[in-house]
């Protein structure tokens, strides 16, 4: 039964942006800032889950304060070079503009971005509580395994991040197919790391 809710999870993780570029016009810079949202979401829990597990194991706060700041510094180089790809692809693109026209956006006459953010860190809070408050993994994972696992995700994108770029060099692709790109790696990941 795990599977299959992790499998409804991961499915609307790829459907919504999926939906968003081919019905709603979606940009792609529109749909980065939706994973940005979840990305933050995921440094959150990563906090979250070391703080409990600190408490429960009475450890201090050392290693966890040292991978979170290792943490912090590898995200905001993953957004530096999300950014510097998107000159690559599209040249003319404002991300003030695009970040407004983002929170602004409207679906049924309410402005995503005071439903959206909420929504989605409250989906990784719930997450966080079903995957492992609920299932006690605090009582035999390290802030090593966690911040490890964690880590890894963001060399990922930065790995990926680093490939568009230099793909970008030499050829240019449509947005589809970097939105297609994106949706399939992250699909790939997320199913590997829940089996």
């Known amino acids: 039964m795990k ?3 992790k499998a409804v999870q991961i499915a609307s993780d790829a459907i919504i942006p999926l939906m968003g570029f081919f019905l709603w016009n979606w940009s792609l810079y529109f749909i980065l800032l939706f994973y940005f949202i979840d990305l ?3 440094e959150m829990i990563a906090h979250l889950k070391s703080r409990k597990t600190i408490q429960f194991q009475q450890k201090p706060k050392t290693e966890w304060i040292k991978f979170g700041i290792f943490s912090s510094a590898l995200f905001i180089v993953l957004i530096a070079l ?19 026209n983002f929170w602004n956006y409207e679906e049924l006459g309410i402005k995503q971005g005071y439903i959206l953010v909420p929504l989605v860190l409250f ?7 079903m995957t492992f408050l609920m299932t006690a993994k605090f009582r035999t994972t390290t802030v090593e395994t966690i911040w490890k696992n964690h880590l890894h995700a963001i060399f990922i994108l930065i790995g990926f991040t680093g490939l568009v770029i230099g793909l970008n060099l030499f050829i240019l692709l449509s947005d589809m197919v970097y939105v297609l790109g994106i949706v399939l790696c992250t699909t790939l990941y997320k199913w590997r790391s829940t089996n």
């Open 123 to 129: 989906v990784a809070f719930q997450q966080y509580k």
């Open 40 to 42: 933050i979401g995921n």
């Open 3 to 5: 599977i299959n809710q």
């Open 82 to 100: 999300i950014h510097f790809a998107m000159t690559f692809i599209s040249p003319t693109i404002d991300f003030f503009s695009e970040m407004k």
